[in-house]
């Protein structure tokens, strides 16, 4: 039985405005629709959003869901790209790790430099962001 949008939206828990970008960029087939000109999706609609929706959760870009979509849509391919598609995703993420760990320390030393309260005029994070501005 065809549902709206907004039931689509309920029952995936996407926006409506997430929907119909997903459509735009051709992740998600058109719809049919009513008389009325609503969009009335079925049974692999719902499949299809939650697949991507959940590929999304895992950071995964359009690009990468979008490659994903296409073995998906061939059950009968040899899945080799995929597993490479998702070593290089482990990598990126892997590389994030990386430099979120650094950021980590940066951010650390910088509340190193105020270990009280101060006048703001005074304060050793803000005089250190503000000299760091101003030598690059």
């Known amino acids: 039985m065809?549902?709206?949008?907004g039931e689509l939206a309920?029952?995936?828990?996407?926006?409506?405005?997430?929907?119909?970008y997903?459509?735009?960029?051709?992740?998600?087939?058109?719809p049919a629709r009513s008389q009325g000109n609503y969009r009335l999706y079925r049974e692999e609609h719902i499949e299809r959003l939650q697949f991507i929706l959940h590929?999304?959760?895992?950071?995964?870009?359009l690009d990468e869901v979008r490659t994903l979509l296409q073995y998906w849509d061939?059950?009968?391919?040899?899945c080799g790209d995929v597993d490479n598609l998702l070593d290089e995703h482990?990598?990126?993420v892997e590389i994030r790790m990386e430099e979120l760990a650094q950021l980590k320390q940066h951010l650390t030393t910088l509340r190193q430099k105020c270990v009280n309260?101060?006048?703001?005029v005074s304060c050793?994070?803000?005089n250190t962001l503000a000299d760091n501005a101003c030598h690059k």
Do not use: F, H, Q
């Open 2 to 5: 065809p549902i709206k949008i």
């Open 10 to 20: 309920k029952r995936t828990g996407a926006p409506v405005e997430t929907i119909r």
């Open 22 to 30: 997903y459509e735009k960029e051709g992740l998600l087939p058109k």
């Open 55 to 61: 590929c999304r959760t895992l950071d995964m870009t």
């Open 74 to 78: 061939e059950p009968d391919r040899n």
């Open 90 to 92: 482990i990598r990126a």
């Open 117 to 120: 309260s101060a006048a703001a």
């Open 124 to 126: 050793g994070i803000l």
